[in-house]
């Protein structure tokens, strides 16, 4: 079955500063998808970015950027200049399509923004 | 467009008494749906998906269980909540297609079960 590894519990930065969440995952398959969610203080979670396993190209949104490394089986999340508003619970997701299609979801990183 | 609801927000039962939580789709036809759990400070746990009426598949074996009487309306059920039962549980949707797509959650609901 499919795994998703959040090592980091929690992250404290200060505004300003960047800050990269690690994501490492576990799949057998070939064909897979893989996530990043943002859950604020509100609790619904919100979707950020779907990548899949044949795209290894990283891409850049904004302050947000991820980087895809199959040969290091992991998708980190990088926010550049944090904002307090970035303070949030941000889960790492893998799903794979060919077995039932359902998401595994990382434990989630807690990452606060200080002013 | 699409929306999904899910209520009640928030619920507070008794040990051993009953649980129905409730999740509607609309805009979309066939989804796949989820509930997930999400204990205090620890991530989503898969609990129930559906890909379609009456089809139900269990991840965490539990005293929860999850029906899908219509095709945009999924509910989670038990007959007697435990302590271990609290927590913030998430009703998602997703297009029925074969590869995988994100995920789209309903606002939550916070258990609390006293």
């Known amino acids: 079955a499919q795994k998703v590894t959040q090592a980091q519990t929690e992250i404290s930065v200060v505004e300003k500063e960047d800050v990269t969440l690690d994501c490492v995952y576990e799949?057998?398959?070939?064909?897979?998808?893989l996530f990043w969610y943002k859950q604020p203080p509100s609790g619904e979670l919100v979707f950020l970015i779907r990548?899949?396993?044949?795209?290894?190209q990283n891409e850049i949104s904004g302050r947000y950027s991820w980087n895809f490394q199959k040969s290091t089986s992991s998708f980190n999340f990088t926010i550049t200049a944090s904002q307090v508003v970035d303070s949030a619970v941000y889960f790492c997701a893998l799903s794979e399509p060919y077995n039932n299609n359902d998401m595994r979801f990382g434990a989630g990183t807690r990452l606060t923004v200080k002013p | 467009s699409q929306t999904i609801h899910q209520w009640p927000a928030t619920l507070v039962q008794p040990v051993g008494s009953p649980l129905s939580l409730e999740c509607t789709v609309e805009g979309t036809s066939n989804p796949n749906l989820y509930w997930y759990r999400q204990a205090a400070g620890r991530g989503l746990q898969l609990l129930f998906y559906?890909?379609?009426?009456?089809?139900i598949s269990s991840e965490v074996p539990q005293n929860l269980s999850a029906s899908r009487p219509q095709d945009r309306q999924f509910i989670l059920s038990s007959k007697k909540l435990l302590l271990s039962d609290s927590g913030f549980y998430l009703c998602a949707w997703s297009p029925e297609t074969f590869n995988s797509e994100k995920l789209f959650f309903g606002s939550g609901t916070q258990l609390s079960v006293l």
């Open positions: 990548r899949n396993s044949f795209d290894e």
């Open positions: 559906s890909v379609g009426i009456g089809q």
């Open positions: 799949t057998r398959d070939t064909t897979y998808y």
